[in-house]
């Protein structure tokens, strides 16, 4: 989060004449990526520049299930083949 608050609260970023682009390529990031920083830290201040749940559909999965450790190793393994395929 200090990088992004760095990035946002730079003079590049604010509207006295700075550019997004010149902070973008100072902070090694896109435009747009800037674009969407000063927005939320506008909406949000410094809170919403920290990393939330990415919008989009629910987890089909629930906690119980995303936990089914004893799953992986056939995750890992890929397909097993069926008794008898060839």
Not at 39 to 58: E, M, Q, Y
Request: a positive charge; charged letters at 25%; aromatic letters at 4%.
């Amino acid at each position: 989060m200090a990088t992004k608050m760095g990035i946002v609260r730079n003079p590049c970023v604010k509207s006295d004449g700075g550019s997004r682009p010149d902070a973008a390529r100072i902070g090694g990031v896109g435009v747009q990526i800037v674009r969407d920083w000063v927005v939320r830290f506008n909406a949000k201040g410094p809170d919403g520049l920290l990393t939330g749940k990415a919008p989009g559909a629910p987890s089909i999965l629930d906690g119980r299930q995303r936990q089914a450790r004893h799953l992986e190793p056939y995750v890992v393994r890929g397909q097993v083949a069926a008794p008898g395929a060839k």
